[in-house]
């Protein structure tokens, strides 16, 4: 009796990684726009839950956690769904970040340098780095972005970089950027008023990524060249070369991007 066996198929797999891609960006958007309603919702109530004392430090609040002795079944589970939202958001982010990274390096060994330098590797980095440390909806803000683009553009090649995908969508970029710069503003104030105990550290890596942001990301490098150019006039006269020292940093990163890709693309 011959045994007859079906030859595994590269389109099967390619459907699936197709279809684990979607559901990542989906989940990702979906469940971070609940949990940004909830914490919405809830710090419009923080007035009501707490006095001025403890609103400007001067005194202890009393915090009142949901157990399941001191609640029911139902209190309990929804007390937890906050937390899920905002970790399904992320798992999200590692399922469709991970396929693209997949898809991008299946033929070749890529060096350490060469992960670092991509953006969808430095995406994945970000929420690793945000399910260890406190929640925010900050955090979301920039990842939802990202799968927005993606989603609505669902036929464009996945192992394509960010910023190449969506260059057409500069404001929701530069938005992206600007919701980077509040979320080390807030790990900033974070670690000054000890809200967190590893707030430092998050901090540290989190500047780091975004230092690789800087070198590598153009939509990140034209947001700051704005905001630079936009505060460039109340800079002192006395300040003026270090400051120029700073934009021709930023600016000369761009030209190194915009070479890169026009050598890349001639090569193809």
């Known amino acids: 009796m011959k045994v007859i066996r079906k030859k595994p198929s590269s389109i099967d797999t390619k459907a699936k990684q197709r279809a684990i891609w ?18 919405f919702k809830h710090n419009l109530g923080i007035y009501h839950r707490r ?29 937890w769904l906050p937390s899920l939202c905002y970790q399904g958001s992320l798992l999200g982010v590692f399922m469709s970040h991970g396929v693209t990274e997949y898809q991008k390096w299946i033929n070749t060994s890529p060096s350490f340098y060469d992960l670092l330098s991509s953006e969808n590797f ?12 406190r929640r925010s909806s900050f955090k979301l803000f920039p990842l939802m972005i990202v799968s927005y683009l ?13 910023s190449e995908i969506t260059m057409k969508n500069a404001k929701l970029l530069h938005l992206m950027a600007y919701s980077e710069l ?65 934009k021709s940093f930023i600016f000369n ?14 090569a193809t």
Do not use: C
């Open 22 to 39: 979607i559901v990542g960006h989906y989940m990702t958007l979906t469940l971070g726009a609940l949990y940004v309603l909830y914490a």
């Open 51 to 79: 006095s001025w004392k403890t609103l400007f430090l001067l005194a202890k609040r009393n915090v009142y956690s949901v157990t399941w002795k001191n609640s029911t079944w139902r209190q309990y589970l929804i007390s």
């Open 122 to 133: 430095q995406v994945i980095l970000l929420a690793g780095l945000w399910v260890v440390s």
């Open 150 to 162: 993606h989603i609505t553009k669902k036929n464009a090649v996945k192992d394509t970089e960010i």
């Open 182 to 246: 509040i979320v080390i503003l807030t790990l900033l104030v974070n670690t000054f008023i000890f809200k967190e105990a590893i707030a430092g550290f998050v901090l540290l890596f989190t500047i780091a990524i975004f230092w690789l942001r800087v070198n590598f990301s153009p939509y990140t490098q034209a947001t700051l060249l704005r905001l630079l150019m936009a505060v460039d006039k109340k800079i002192p006269q006395k300040n003026k070369e270090k400051w120029n020292v700073i």
């Open 253 to 266: 990163k761009m030209k190194e991007r915009e070479k890169a890709l026009n050598s890349a693309r001639a």
